[in-house]
Structures are given as structure tokens and as C-alpha cells.
């Protein structure tokens, strides 16, 4: 757990803004949160006054009370890089040349050209 003040400080770091104890004390009001100078915020309260935020912060409560702070950073890249080998070489649709659908043998109704059968 930490105190209001550093609760705070924590929030100014994420590059939120710069928090100021009051700040603390209008998301916990708006939470619906008892606070006072001297509480410990634990992780269920830090969530809940993140909650408040908008846009929310990449952190949850347990991560901003946590006793290692910053939370460390995860070693793998949030989003896969993605490499094309021969940039281009997939056309969209627009570029694509367009088909006649009515293109192809005519006549004989829909029938496949082939030899006709005799009536005996």
C-alpha cells in the first residue's frame, strides 16, 4: 500500500498530468471513495480511482501500489513486428483487372460445349 502523496506522484509519472493531493482527493469523491492525508491506498481503492480516469492509464491499482515502481517493462514488443519480404507485391482488389462475367461460350443455354447425343 502508499499513501495519497505518493499515489499521486505515481499518477504524475504516467505522464497523465501533474496530481496534486487535491486531484487524489476529486477521484476519490467522484469514486465514491472515503479518503484522507493519511490513508494507504491499496490496491482495490487505486483501482477504483483509476477507474475515474479518462483516458484511461496503461496501470492497474495492484501495478501503481506495487512496492517496485515503475512496474517493469514486459520484453516482448506489445504488437509482433511483421516484415514483407517484397513490399507491393500484393495487389488490393481495386487493382486487380476486372472479369466479364458474361464472358465464355454462347449459346446452348448454360450447357457445357461437348458432343451431342443422338436420338435413336
Do not use: H, K
Request: hydrophobic content about 35%.
Amino acid at each position: 500500500m502508499i499513501n495519497m502523496q505518493e499515489f499521486a506522484r505515481r499518477l504524475s509519472s504516467l505522464g497523465a498530468g501533474a496530481f496534486t493531493s487535491d486531484d487524489v482527493v476529486d477521484l476519490a469523491t467522484a469514486a465514491d471513495v472515503r479518503i484522507s492525508a493519511d490513508l494507504e491506498v491499496d490496491a482495490a481503492v487505486a483501482q477504483r480511482l483509476l477507474d475515474q480516469l479518462s483516458p484511461p492509464l496503461p496501470v492497474t491499482g495492484a501495478q501503481i501500489v506495487a512496492s517496485q515502481w515503475p512496474p517493469p517493462q514486459s520484453s516482448r514488443p506489445a504488437v509482433p513486428s511483421v516484415s514483407f519480404s517484397s513490399p507491393g507485391a500484393v495487389d488490393g482488389p481495386a487493382e486487380q483487372p476486372s472479369r466479364n462475367r458474361g464472358s465464355g461460350p454462347t449459346g446452348g443455354g448454360g450447357r457445357r460445349p461437348g458432343p451431342r447425343r443422338t436420338r435413336r
